[in-house]
Structures are given as C-alpha cells and as structure tokens.
C-alpha cells in the first residue's frame, strides 16, 4: 500500500519553528518531485514548496520565502519541511505530496498522484 504520513506538526508561538517530515512507505520517494500544500479553515488548498526528485531544485509561495526551506533525504525517504519565523497566518493543515514528475509541477491538486492525510500547524500566542 502506497502511504505518504506527516509528522512534526503542532501548536508553536508566533516567530517559533516547526519542522515538517513526510515520510514514504510502499513506494520510494526518488523518482517523484514532492510537495508540501496547505488548507487553512474556510480558504483553499494552496502550494507552499516543492523539490524535484533529484534535490536540485525548489520552489515556493512567495509568502514563505525565506523563512520556510525544502530538503529530502532519499535514503531515508523523507522529505522535511523546516519553518522559521511561524506567522498566525500560517496557521494550516499541511499536506505532502508525490508527483510522479522528477521536476515540480504546478501547485495543482491534480498534478500530484500520492497524498498524506494532513497534520495541523497551529501558530497562536
């Protein structure tokens, strides 16, 4: 069975970090670009960041420019999301996903073949 489980989410203070896994089981994460989105409540589904399957490149949503870096570990079949300086307005269940492209596609639901079931990140003082 192909799964991809999140794990690292939680409650943090604004300006704190969390760090984000997405970790692949049935499958090997290698030859799919990976990408993190996020739902806040009442807004829709929108891209944060993705890396290509190879590492070498990484995009991401302007507003997370900066604070917010991609990474994988293929060996461990992995991929990490770390973010810094949290903002109340990235409050959001966040969602990895696997692309069978090697480069990121656009920030479509349907661009993206293998879904997590979300973990929440909760920025509040």
């Known amino acids: 069975q192909l799964q991809l489980v999140e794990s690292g989410g939680g409650l943090v203070q604004p300006g704190g970090s969390l760090r984000l896994s997405c970790a692949a089981s049935?499958?090997?994460?290698?030859?799919?670009?990976i990408g993190w989105f996020r739902q806040a409540p009442g807004k829709e589904l929108e891209g944060v960041s993705c890396i290509s399957s190879r590492g070498d490149s990484t995009n991401y949503l302007d507003s997370v420019k900066g604070r917010f870096t991609i990474s994988r570990d293929n060996a461990k079949n992995t991929v990490y999301l770390q973010m810094n300086s949290l903002k109340p307005e990235d409050t959001a269940v966040y969602y990895c996903?696997?692309?069978?492209?090697?480069?990121?596609?656009?920030?479509?639901?349907?661009?993206?073949?293998?879904w997590g079931q979300g973990i929440q990140v909760i920025v509040s003082s």
């Open positions: 049935g499958f090997t994460l290698d030859g799919y670009a």
């Open positions: 996903a696997a692309s069978t492209s090697s480069l990121c596609p656009e920030y479509s639901r349907y661009e993206y073949n293998y």
